[in-house]
C-alpha cells in the first residue's frame, strides 16, 4: 500500500505544471538632465539659477573694470609719487576685495542653487515614486554623464521614456506655479537628481 501511494504521489508530482520562474526584476531609467531639457517647469529652475548666476557675475565684472580702470591710472606720467603710492594700495586692496567677492559670490550661488534645487527635489521625488510604484519597479537607475559609464548598452528610447512620463507629470501638477522656494518645511526627497552647474569663476 505504500509503494502504491508513493507512485501515485510521484505521478502527481510529474503531472503537475512546473512552477513558474521567479518574475525577473522590473526596472527603469531616471535621466535628469533628460527632464530638464523636455519639462517645462525644470527648465525655469535652471533659468531661474542662471539669472542668479548672471547678476553676481555682472557685479564682479563691475569691480574688475574698477581695478582695471584703477591700473591705468597708474600708466599716467603726471601722477606724483604720493598719489601713486596711494593708488598702489588701493589697487592691492581691491584686489583682496575681489578675490573675496569671489569666494563669497561662489557661496550665494551655492546657496541659492541648494534651495532652488531642493524645492526640485521635493516636487519631482514624488512623481518618481508613484509612477514606480504604478509599474511595478523595483529599481530606478539615475542617469547623469557622471555615472554614464555603468551602462554598456542603452535603448535610447526606451530609457528616455521613463523621464518624459516624468516631465509630463511634474508640468502638469505643478502648472502655473512659481519655480521659486516655497517657505513650507522641507521634505526628504525619494532621489537626489542631477544639479545644474555653477557659473565659472573669472
Same mark, same amino acid.
Do not use: C, H
Given at each position: 500500500?505504500?509503494?502504491?501511494?508513493?507512485?501515485?504521489?510521484?505521478?502527481?508530482?510529474?503531472?503537475?505544471?512546473?512552477?513558474? %520562474?521567479?518574475?525577473?526584476?522590473? /526596472?527603469?531609467?531616471?535621466?535628469?538632465?533628460?527632464?530638464?531639457?523636455?519639462?517645462?517647469?525644470?527648465?525655469?529652475?535652471?533659468?531661474?539659477?542662471?539669472?542668479?548666476?548672471?547678476?553676481?557675475?555682472?557685479?564682479?565684472?563691475?569691480?574688475?573694470?574698477?581695478?582695471?580702470?584703477?591700473?591705468?591710472?597708474?600708466?599716467?606720467?603726471?601722477?606724483?609719487?604720493?598719489?601713486?603710492?596711494?593708488?598702489?594700495?588701493?589697487?592691492?586692496?581691491?584686489?583682496?576685495?575681489?578675490?573675496?567677492? %569671489?569666494?563669497?559670490?561662489?557661496?550665494?550661488?551655492?546657496?541659492?542653487?541648494?534651495?532652488?534645487?531642493?524645492?526640485?527635489?521635493?516636487?519631482?521625488?514624488?512623481?518618481?515614486?508613484?509612477?514606480?510604484?504604478?509599474?511595478?519597479?523595483?529599481?530606478? /537607475?539615475?542617469?547623469?554623464? %557622471?555615472?554614464?559609464?555603468?551602462?554598456?548598452?542603452?535603448?535610447?528610447?526606451?530609457?528616455?521614456?521613463?523621464?518624459?512620463?516624468?516631465?509630463?507629470?511634474?508640468?502638469?501638477? /505643478?502648472?502655473?506655479?512659481?519655480?521659486?522656494?516655497?517657505?513650507?518645511?522641507?521634505?526628504?526627497?525619494?532621489?537626489?537628481?542631477?544639479?545644474?552647474?555653477?557659473?565659472?569663476?573669472?
Amino acid at each position: 500500500m505504500r509503494r502504491i501511494l508513493t507512485l501515485a504521489t510521484i505521478a502527481t508530482l510529474a503531472s503537475a505544471p512546473v512552477l513558474a %520562474q521567479e518574475a525577473a526584476p522590473r /526596472f527603469a531609467i531616471f535621466a535628469p538632465d533628460q527632464l530638464f531639457k523636455t519639462s517645462a517647469r525644470a527648465k525655469k529652475v535652471v533659468e531661474q539659477l542662471d539669472g542668479i548666476g548672471k547678476g553676481l557675475q555682472e557685479k564682479l565684472l563691475a569691480k574688475q573694470k574698477e581695478l582695471e580702470k584703477m591700473s591705468e591710472q597708474l600708466k599716467s606720467p603726471g601722477l606724483s609719487d604720493e598719489g601713486r603710492a596711494k593708488l598702489q594700495r588701493d589697487l592691492q586692496d581691491g584686489d583682496v576685495a575681489f578675490k573675496r567677492a %569671489q569666494e563669497d559670490s561662489q557661496k550665494e550661488f551655492g546657496k541659492e542653487s541648494d534651495k532652488i534645487y531642493g524645492q526640485f527635489q521635493q516636487e519631482v521625488g514624488p512623481i518618481v515614486e508613484e509612477v514606480s510604484r504604478e509599474r511595478k519597479l523595483q529599481v530606478v /537607475f539615475q542617469y547623469t554623464r %557622471q555615472n554614464a559609464g555603468m551602462f554598456a548598452f542603452t535603448d535610447e528610447r526606451w530609457a528616455v521614456e521613463f523621464t518624459d512620463e516624468i516631465a509630463k507629470r511634474y508640468d502638469a501638477k /505643478f502648472e502655473g506655479k512659481s519655480a521659486a522656494p516655497s517657505s513650507e518645511a522641507p521634505k526628504p526627497a525619494a532621489k537626489p537628481a542631477a544639479k545644474p552647474a555653477a557659473p565659472k569663476k573669472n
